[in-house]
């Protein structure tokens, strides 16, 4: 994507315009604890509008499920996981895909997933594919190339995401997790526009290419805090 079509501006709350934002949600250097009601304390002439979406993850047992929420909110004890994961997908605005780098089965089951997972009823939800364990080279079973020619066919971004603790800091750890926040925020923020009618655009995301139903491989400032700081407080996240 050129960078004048950017909605956003990648890692913009580590920027130092970004400072006072990013200190609302970290306490000694380690990322707040917000409950449903809650939400980041910031100045008048500061505040932003907050708004709320509701992320619905996939993917076969194994792959960092619970991890990744873990992960994306700066949780140290991952949730429980649901126990109704359909009823968990009804009013999602975005569903996450995920599949392991170090598991090939959970790459090239993909196709499948979402195919089982989202009808024609559901083109309003925004589809993204998570990638986990990216960094656990020797291991790896998917490689880049399995990724590029994945994203050639669907026309889908594939995100990654870290298998192994790092340490750092609060600071440190939103480092390593912006460019997914920035992507997932991103493409809701386009969806929320082309449905508003301030850009013209499909809603929702295309449907996939002719044929590629089998297994695949082988060959504004204000806006993003206002939606990060509510991914990062009052989150509705469930896993199947």
């Known amino acids: 994507?050129?960078?004048?079509?950017?909605?956003?501006?990648?890692?913009?709350?580590?920027?130092?315009?970004?400072?006072?934002?990013?200190?609302?949600?970290?306490?000694?250097?380690?990322?707040?604890?917000?409950?449903?009601l809650e939400h980041p304390a910031l100045p008048p002439a500061l505040a932003v509008p907050i708004v709320t979406y509701k992320l619905f993850l996939a993917g076969?047992?194994?792959?960092?499920?619970?991890?990744?929420?873990?992960?994306?909110?700066?949780?140290?004890?991952?949730?429980?996981?649901?126990?109704?994961?359909?009823?968990?997908?009804?009013?999602a605005d975005a569903a996450l895909f995920l599949f392991s780098f170090t598991d090939r089965a959970s790459f090239e089951e993909l196709p499948a997933l979402m195919g089982r997972v989202l009808g024609p009823g559901d083109r309003d939800i925004v589809r993204m594919v998570v990638g986990t364990k990216f960094d656990l080279a020797p291991h790896a079973a998917v490689t880049e190339g399995d990724v590029r020619a994945f994203e050639g066919t669907w026309g889908l971004r594939v995100l990654r995401a870290g298998g192994t603790p790092a340490g750092g800091g609060a600071r440190a750890g939103l480092a390593r997790v912006a460019p997914v926040l920035d992507a997932l925020?991103?493409?809701?923020?386009?969806?929320?526009?082309?449905?508003?009618?301030?850009?013209?655009?499909?809603?929702?995301?295309?449907?996939?290419?002719?044929?590629?139903?089998?297994?695949?491989?082988?060959?504004?400032?204000?806006g993003f805090f206002a939606k990060i700081s509510d991914f990062l407080r009052k989150r509705s996240l469930c896993a199947a």
């Open 1 to 36: 994507m050129a960078e004048q079509d950017r909605a956003l501006e990648p890692g913009w709350l580590l920027s130092p315009a970004g400072r006072p934002y990013l200190d609302s949600i970290l306490h000694k250097n380690q990322r707040r604890a917000f409950g449903l």
């Open 60 to 91: 076969r047992s194994g792959v960092g499920k619970t991890a990744l929420v873990a992960w994306l909110a700066g949780t140290p004890v991952p949730p429980p996981p649901t126990t109704r994961p359909w009823a968990c997908k009804e009013d």
């Open 185 to 222: 925020v991103e493409e809701l923020w386009r969806r929320d526009q082309v449905t508003a009618g301030v850009t013209p655009g499909t809603r929702g995301t295309p449907e996939p290419p002719p044929g590629a139903g089998g297994a695949v491989g082988g060959g504004t400032v204000g």
